[in-house]
């Protein structure tokens, strides 16, 4: 199987936008695992995605900002949100890459039900918050529903220099075109579009999180292999396309 090469940002591989929204202050941080301990996590007719022979869980909190479906303007209020996932990386066997989301704690109820219920993403309603001091960022979540309730997650990073060039490690874990989810008893492999990430290298300076291990993921005895930080992006989602 020909596996799709790693781009910073390609073309838009789909004609028709079905949803489209604003990623801000994203912050990501990155822990390498064994493909083998992921693999049982991933859909049906989807791998681990490795660099080097290893995968990756991902930490990502940021600021949803203005969803709206197809060419509309974003919904106001509910269109907004603060966001916290953890994800996966994953590849099918049409050799196209993608992330998995293990869960995505948001700000908001009504969003959080429609994802549950059209595309049975693990959408959950969290208490969030992002407060900046400077070039520090620290982002709070406490879940509320559904369970485990009351799981917390706390991280704060320093800001740094702009990326010129990103490592591979850097394009593998960010350069990600598409999700891939279980809905209604098939694997759906769900397209997006963006700008190149503007990345920045970041320190993390504190951290306390219970979501990993909540997503049924093992956990972290040591710090992130890669802490990065953006601004944000503009993205656009295509139709779902059935995997399997």
Known sequence: MDIEPIAAAPGQAFRRAALRQRWRDATFLHWA??????????????????????TYVGLIGFRMVGVGLGRGPGI?????????????YSVDRTGRRAVVFRSLDASRLIPVLVGRLSLRLPY??????????????????????PGPA?????????????????TPLEHFLTARWALHTSAYGRTLRLPNW??????HRAELLHLDDELVTAAG???QSGPPVSVLYSPGVPAVFGPPVVVR
């Open 124 to 145: 959950l309603w969290s208490a969030m918050r992002l407060d900046r001091d400077g070039d520090r960022y620290t982002y709070r979540c406490r879940r509320r529903w």
């Open 194 to 199: 963006h700008p190149r990430w503007p990345l």
């Open 76 to 88: 106001p209020y509910l269109g907004s949100f603060w966001e916290t996932n953890v994800r996966l």
């Open 150 to 166: 009351g799981a917390t997650s706390r991280m704060t990073v320093r800001v740094g220099d702009p990326i010129d060039e990103p």
């Open 33 to 54: 695992v064994p493909p083998k301990v992921v693999a049982p996590l991933l859909p049906a007719g989807t791998r681990p995605d490795t660099l080097d022979g290893v």
């Open 217 to 219: 993921l093992p956990a």
